[in-house]
C-alpha cells in the first residue's frame, strides 16, 4: 500500500507542498495552482509564452520568450552582484517576491528544434543566476529534441539543447537548479548536449532523465562553465549518450 505525505518546503525560494510516496519509488510532484499569482513563477504554458506540451508543436519560440523574461527578472532582482546598485523598487522586489525565478513546466512533451537559452545579447551583462527549471513530474514532463534537427547531427560539433548560461565570462550563476522532469534528444542527433548547466553556491540537478537513442546524444549534462561549482547532483538517470556527466570538457 502507498501512503502519501504532504509536507511544506522553502528549497526552491518559494514555499511550496509536495506530495510524495512514503515508500520512496515516487519522485516529489508539484501542482500548478500552488503556485497561483506567485510573481516569481512563469509557467510556459501560460500567456504571453503558451506552450503546448503536445509533443506535436514546436515549443522552441514559445520557451526561448520564457527563458529570456526568467533571465530579465533574475537580473532585475539580483543585478546587485553585478553592478553593486539596486534601485529601491529593484530592492522591494527582492524583499517581496524573493530572488529565485522558476521556469514551470507543467506535465507535457515540450517539442523543441533548437537550442533554448539564456541570451545576454536581448539582457546585457546579466549573468543567470537564481533560476529553477522545474518540472510538475519527471514521469510526466519531458523536454524532447525532434529527431534529425539541424545543427545536431555532428558529433565532433556538440550543441546544447537546454543552456543555463548566458554571460561566458561571468562565474556568477548563484543557486540554478534543474529538477524534476526528463530530457530527450530524440534520434538521429549525435551531436546533442541536453543541458549545459551552469550553478554555484548551492544550486544543483535533482531527479532528472536523460535519453537519447540509439547513435543519438554527445553528453547528458555539461558542466565544465567558468568557476562553477558547490552544486549537488541527486538522483540522475542517463539512458544513452556518448558522455553522461562533464566536468572536464
Known sequence: MTVCKLWW????????????????????????????????????????????????????????????DALR?????????????????????????????????????????????????????????????LGEARDRTVIRLKDESPGYGDADAPREVISLESLPTSNASYENRVCNLSFDVGAGNPGAVALDFHANNGGGIYHVDFRAAPGSGHTAVSAVGRLGGISLFKDIRVDGFGTALDFDG
Open 9 to 68: 518546503t522553502s528549497c526552491l525560494g518559494l514555499w511550496i507542498a509536495l506530495l510524495v510516496s512514503a515508500c520512496g519509488g515516487e519522485q516529489p510532484r508539484y501542482f500548478s495552482p500552488l503556485f497561483e499569482g506567485a510573481p516569481a513563477l512563469i509557467d510556459v504554458t501560460a500567456p504571453p509564452y503558451g506552450a503546448k506540451g503536445d509533443g506535436k508543436t514546436d515549443d522552441t519560440q514559445a520557451l526561448q520568450s520564457a527563458f529570456q
Open 73 to 133: 527578472r533574475a537580473h532585475a532582482v539580483n543585478h546587485y552582484w553585478v553592478k553593486g546598485t539596486q534601485s529601491e523598487e529593484d530592492n522591494k522586489r527582492l524583499r517581496t517576491e524573493g530572488k529565485t525565478t522558476i521556469l514551470y513546466f507543467p506535465a507535457g512533451t515540450y517539442l523543441v528544434s533548437d537550442r533554448i537559452h539564456m541570451d545576454h545579447e536581448i539582457e546585457p551583462q546579466a549573468p543567470t543566476y537564481y533560476v529553477v527549471l
